[in-house]
C-alpha cells in the first residue's frame, strides 16, 4: 500500500466520546482521501483534502464529522459524540497533485468500535 | 458520478483464468478505470489501471472495449491467495474535486 500510514490500527470509544484517526500520507503526496467502510459493505467516499485546504467533502455527514489536513503533520478525521453507527473501518488514501489517471494508495484502515 | 456494476461474488478453480467485468454506463470522457483488491482487514491493494484498449502488468489484464462502457479484468492462473474482494474503480482526479467512486464489489473464492 505504497507507505500510506493510518494509526491507531484499532479504537473503542464510548458512545459520546470523540475518536480522532490520523493518516499520513505517502511521502510527495499532497492529497489525501478519506473512505468509511462498513461490514461487507464497499468503501463509501467521504472526504478529499489537500494541504491547508479541504477540496470535496460531499461524502462526509454534516454533523459530528470533520477532517483537516494541515500544513505541517498528518491528516486527522474527528468524529465528535460517536455513536454505535459509526462503527466502521476508516480508509485514508493518497495521492500525488492531481493529474489525468493519477493512482490513490491506501493505508491499512482504522478500525473504530463503538460501545 | 460514474456508477460502476460488478457481479457480487464469483468462484474459480486454482489454476483457471478469471475474468470480472465491471459496466460503467455514464463514464465521462477523462475518466481512468482503475482495479484494487481487498483482503479482510486491509486496505484495497491497486492492481491496474487503464483509459483504452488494453493494459497488461506482472499481476493482471484490462481490456477495455473502444465504447469503454464496461472493462474486464483478468487475472491468469489464479491461486488461492487470489480469494478477495476486487473492486472497479471509476473516475479522475482533477485539482478541485476527486469523484472516485467505488462499486460494491466482487468477492472472488478460489478454490482447490
Known amino acids: 500500500n505504497a507507505g500510506v500510514m493510518q494509526n491507531p490500527r484499532h479504537l473503542v470509544r464510548r458512545r459520546g466520546q470523540e475518536a480522532r484517526l490520523r493518516c499520513s500520507p505517502v511521502?510527495?503526496?499532497?492529497?489525501v482521501y478519506w473512505y468509511r467502510q462498513l461490514p461487507e459493505e464497499g468503501l463509501k467516499f467521504m472526504v478529499y483534502?489537500?494541504?491547508?485546504?479541504?477540496?470535496?467533502e460531499s461524502g462526509m455527514p454534516k454533523e459530528r464529522f470533520s477532517a483537516e489536513f494541515p500544513k505541517e503533520g498528518p491528516s486527522i478525521l474527528r468524529i465528535q459524540q460517536v455513536v454505535r453507527g459509526d462503527s466502521a473501518a476508516y480508509f485514508c488514501?493518497?495521492?500525488?497533485?492531481?493529474?489525468?489517471?493519477?493512482?490513490?494508495?491506501f493505508g491499512e484502515g482504522s478500525w473504530l468500535t463503538v460501545v | 458520478l460514474a456508477k460502476t456494476t460488478q457481479p457480487i461474488s464469483m468462484d474459480s478453480y486454482e489454476g483457471q483464468e478469471v475474468n470480472i467485468t465491471c459496466s460503467h454506463n455514464?463514464?465521462?470522457?477523462?475518466?481512468?478505470i482503475t482495479w484494487y483488491q481487498q483482503f479482510p482487514s486491509q486496505g484495497p491493494r491497486f492492481i491496474i489501471q487503464?483509459?483504452?484498449t488494453k493494459v497488461t502488468n506482472e499481476v493482471a489484464s484490462l481490456f477495455i472495449p473502444a465504447d469503454r462502457k464496461s472493462s474486464t479484468l483478468s487475472l491468469p492462473r489464479v491461486s488461492l491467495s487470489d480469494t478477495a474482494v476486487y473492486y472497479c474503480?471509476?473516475?479522475?482526479?482533477?485539482?478541485?474535486?476527486?469523484?472516485?467512486?467505488f462499486g460494491t464489489g466482487t468477492r472472488l473464492q478460489v478454490t482447490l
Open positions: 488514501a493518497s495521492s500525488p497533485p492531481p493529474a489525468s489517471g493519477n493512482t490513490i494508495y
Open positions: 511521502k510527495g503526496h499532497s492529497h
Open positions: 483534502l489537500q494541504k491547508e485546504n479541504i477540496i470535496d
Open positions: 455514464n463514464i465521462a470522457t477523462n475518466d481512468y
Open positions: 487503464g483509459y483504452k
Open positions: 474503480l471509476v473516475g479522475i482526479n482533477t485539482g478541485t474535486a476527486s469523484k472516485l467512486t
